[in-house]
């Protein structure tokens, strides 16, 4: 099973020695993170922090993407979740074994809601 979550970063390098400058001073970048597996510790990452394929709350996963990169990060956007059949079955799965916890009525419903349209399996 793989899958990771894709994210297009925008960040800003502050040269740390006087008299030093670059250009440009901003850069973007892809920053992919692992997607745990279903079932195991951290697996509601998309839940607490995606909601309609967007980020919930863009300023602290800002933070929290600065802090993992050591730049200061000026935006982040969620791109996708790339996925193999494995892992996105075992997903659903998860999903549906724990469909109260969700509100929803359906996995369809889940995935749509948190992730919006932003599910690319590969085979």
């Not at 075992?90 to 969700?102: M, T, W, Y």
Request: hydrophobic share 35%.
């Amino acid at each position: 099973m793989d899958a990771r979550y894709v994210f297009a970063v925008r960040f800003r390098v502050e040269p740390a020695a006087g008299g030093v400058s670059i250009d440009p001073e901003e850069f973007e970048t892809r920053l992919s993170r692992t997607a745990d597996p279903p079932g195991e510790e951290g697996w509601l990452f998309f839940r607490d922090n995606l909601w309609r394929g967007e980020i919930g709350d863009e300023r602290h996963f800002r933070e929290l993407t600065s802090e993992a990169l050591g730049v200061t990060v000026t935006s982040v956007e969620y791109r996708a979740l790339r996925t193999d059949e494995e892992y996105y079955e075992a997903l659903k799965d998860e999903i549906r074994a724990n469909l109260p916890e969700f509100k929803d009525d359906s996995v369809a419903a889940v995935v749509s809601k948190y992730l919006g349209s932003s599910v690319e399996v590969e085979h």
